[in-house]
């Protein structure tokens, strides 16, 4: 008897899309939470709401549907200052994903007066298990500027080998950047022990949470992180929304990534001076009805309670981990123990290719994702072409995880 789950009963209630059959009358089994997670109905009304009743521009007009979105858009960044503990709203700058969050944190530093500055002179420090969307931002400014680009390596059990750490950062290190939930491991990294090592010789932290906030309580003062990205589809809200929470002192000193209206104080034909942040980094008209309905979706995952949350998908990888490992061939890529994991499960299956695996699931109703995962540093590290991914949420049930297992023997008696 699996302890500490969720009543997905109820809650697949509000998710109208997991009622959906697929391929000639199959009930769909939804794996590709890490990828993204599925939307509520709450979270559509809300939408829906806007678009039908106050849909306009926002700070700009005097008009009522003006001041209803104006509301609703920094009613949004209440909701997320508070469920991440940011100190001040005005940390919280709405982007459209995560990867644009990162994006904005590089070019930044590569504009920066000293003391941030990234030059040919410092250290950029990333690591071997990062999606992409934390590598190339970092390879291009290390490109544009003759920084040196860094990182830490895996061990074989698919954790950050932190063994060389005061090799790796050093005196020259400007800022290290790193996931704190492997999208395509599953592994939660040691936060403390790299912000520690990045503090001392005074370097800048990132963290990229999309993977963490959807999943568990994220706390950016806990942290001590002076940047925080993460995206709004992965945690029951709209595509088009992502979240970089920066420290106050370094968003006043930093220069902006974007111009245009909304960002500025003051322009003239000779020179434009800023508006405090977040509005700063938030060039043009921004993703109101987004911002919008991740406000709902955090409204959401706060009323079930992210403690709890964490609770059932600890459960769950703990059921999936043990059954997965009773199919013949079958090798995780990554942990194989539930402690300090996350609950997304990637795996190969002897030398079925991933995407075959992955076609012959799709067909009996169950969605798993298949390829790099935006993570082929981890397949090159560890000799593989790619893996199958299984990833869990708060509406995944042990049910789902025996479909899996059934549909792989499946598989394994498909290619003999």
Request: with cysteine; net charge negative; hydrophobic share 40%.
């Amino acid at each position: 008897m699996l302890t500490g789950l969720l009543d997905t009963e109820g809650i697949r209630k509000d998710f109208p899309i997991l009622d959906r059959l697929v391929h000639d009358g199959k009930k769909l089994v939804y794996l590709d939470n890490a990828a993204t997670s599925q939307t509520p109905r709450q979270v559509i009304d809300a939408l829906s709401e806007y678009y039908e009743n106050y849909n306009a521009n926002v700070h700009r007009g005097v008009h009522v549907l003006a001041e209803e979105a104006t509301a609703g858009y920094e009613g949004a960044r209440d909701k997320v200052a508070a469920f991440i503990n940011a100190p001040s709203r005005d940390e919280v700058i709405f982007t459209k994903n995560a990867s644009e969050s990162l994006n904005l944190v590089a070019n930044m530093l590569g504009w920066a007066d000293e003391p941030y500055r990234v030059d040919r002179d410092t250290e950029i420090v990333i690591t071997e298990m990062e999606h992409h969307s934390n590598i190339v931002p970092w390879q291009l400014l290390a490109q544009r500027t003759g920084a040196k680009l860094k990182w830490f390596g895996l061990t074989d059990d698919g954790r950050l080998d932190l063994s060389n750490i005061e090799e790796v950062i050093t005196e020259k290190t400007k800022v290290v950047s790193f996931v704190l939930v492997s999208n395509i491991l599953g592994t939660v990294n040691p936060v403390e022990a790299i912000v520690r090592r990045a503090q001392q010789v005074g370097a800048l932290v990132v963290v990229d949470a999309s993977q963490a906030a959807p999943h568990m309580p994220v706390d950016v003062q806990a942290l001590q992180a002076d940047f925080v990205a993460f995206t709004g589809h992965k945690m029951c809200g709209p595509t088009g929304i992502g979240v970089l929470w920066g420290r106050q002192e370094l968003l006043e000193d930093l220069p902006p990534f974007l111009g245009g209206g909304e960002m500025i104080e003051t322009v003239s034909m000779h020179s434009s001076t800023y508006a405090p942040a977040p509005h700063k980094f938030e060039a043009g008209t921004p993703p109101i009805a987004q911002a919008i309905g991740l406000g709902v979706a955090v409204d959401y995952l706060t009323s079930i309670g992210m403690d709890k949350i964490l609770a059932h998908e600890h459960a769950m990888t703990e059921y999936a981990i043990g059954r997965l490992l009773e199919v013949p061939d079958l090798r995780v890529i990554g942990p194989t123990t539930a402690e300090e994991r996350g609950a997304a499960i990637s795996f190969t299956l002897g030398d079925i290719h991933p995407h075959d695996v992955g076609q012959v699931l799709d067909e009996q109703g169950i969605a798993v994702r298949v390829g790099h995962h935006c993570a082929r540093p981890v397949c090159l590290r560890y000799g593989i072409p790619a893996t199958t991914r299984a990833s869990f949420y708060l509406y995944s049930t042990p049910a789902e995880v025996d479909a899996l297992v059934d549909g792989l023997e499946h598989v394994r008696n498909f290619f003999g």
